[in-house]
């Protein structure tokens, strides 16, 4: 069996933030990932907030859309 639980590290032992479904005296192996401080969003302001000024000035308005013809050379594609 195989959960995935959330802890808080306090006084060097793991308290679990929900009740855990184990018999008093279960043995379990751990695998710890630390969560991230900020999330996907908050990383994304902070990179292109690092960029220079005017950076993204000269970004075309559809390089998501046309990143094959940018990255590879391909015909870009009609705007639907």
Not at 44 to 59: C, E, K, N, V
Request: net charge negative; aromatic share 6%.
């Amino acid at each position: 069996m195989s959960i995935g639980i959330r802890a808080q590290f306090t006084n060097g032992i793991l308290v679990p933030l929900d009740p855990l479904d184990l018999k008093e005296g279960a043995l379990v192996t751990l695998d710890i990932s630390e969560e991230a401080e900020e999330t996907v969003l908050e990383a994304t302001d902070r990179l292109l907030s690092s960029a220079p000024a005017g950076t993204w000035d000269s970004s075309p308005p559809d390089g998501a859309a046309n990143y094959r013809h940018y990255l590879y050379g391909h015909p870009k594609e009609e705007e639907c």
